[in-house]
């Protein structure tokens, strides 16, 4: 009983800190009309929606440093806060890019989409027939994208850590699923992670 009441504050202050990254982002788009503003809220409401609906898990960590590196890398971007200057045309490329793999991606994953590391069953289709993370290569594109359109130290210093935490994350989340047979198998066809023939 007390491990779901503090999932369930959790869970909730997950969604409250999303939303308010929405209405940041949503409010800065309207006085300065970037698209990458508008394209973060988008993306900020599907998450939104997509962790309400989702599935039980199969298998889940019981380490606790676990769902804090989970914590981390879902709160870390949500720091990144609208800043003046940037370069617009770029930036608006790389998080449309990372919009389209994220939306692609979440296709895929539909109810099984989680924040911790956890088996709610192996995906093998669309973006996973070419890399095991599409989620974390969307990241990457978003990230990068929105930095270059809002710049300043505090948000390349959340750039770096997001994207350490966020490997750090796949590592762990392989070690859960490849509990299961099926992810062994899968991992044997499709060899990279986030970007065919790099990583």
């Given at each position: 009983m007390k491990h779901r009441v503090f999932q369930l504050l959790g869970n909730t202050l997950l969604i409250c800190l999303f939303l308010l990254f929405f209405y940041l982002n949503i409010e800065s788009f309207f006085e300065t009309k970037k698209l990458t503003l508008l394209l973060f809220a988008v993306s900020a409401a599907i998450t939104v929606l997509l962790f309400i609906i989702r599935k039980t898990p199969v298998r889940v960590t019981t380490d606790p440093?676990?769902?804090?590196?989970?914590?981390?890398?879902?709160?870390?971007?949500?720091?990144?806060?609208?800043?003046p200057g940037g370069v617009e045309g770029i930036s608006v490329l790389l998080v449309s890019i990372g919009i389209i793999i994220?939306?692609?991606?979440?296709?895929?994953?539909?109810?099984?989409?989680?924040?911790?590391?956890?088996?709610?069953?192996?995906?093998?289709?669309?973006?996973?027939?070419?890399?095991?993370?599409?989620?974390?290569?969307?990241y990457?594109?978003?990230?990068?994208?929105?930095?270059?359109?809002?710049?300043?130290?505090?948000?390349?210093g959340i750039l770096v850590a997001a994207?350490?935490?966020?490997?750090?994350?796949?590592?762990?989340?392989?070690?859960?699923?490849?509990?299961?047979?099926l992810y062994i198998e899968y991992r044997k066809t499709v060899l990279w992670r986030v970007i065919p023939g790099i990583f």
């Open positions: 440093f676990d769902y804090l590196l989970a914590a981390t890398g879902t709160v870390a971007p949500l720091l990144f806060r609208p800043s994220q939306s692609l991606a979440l296709i895929s994953l539909n109810t099984s989409f989680g924040i911790v590391a956890a088996d709610r069953g192996i995906k093998t289709s669309g973006l996973y027939r070419y890399v095991r993370h599409p989620m974390y290569a969307s990457l594109f978003m990230y990068s994208g929105y930095v270059l359109a809002n710049p300043n130290v505090l948000n390349g994207f350490g935490v966020q490997i750090w994350r796949m590592i762990v989340e392989e070690k859960i699923l490849s509990l299961n047979p």
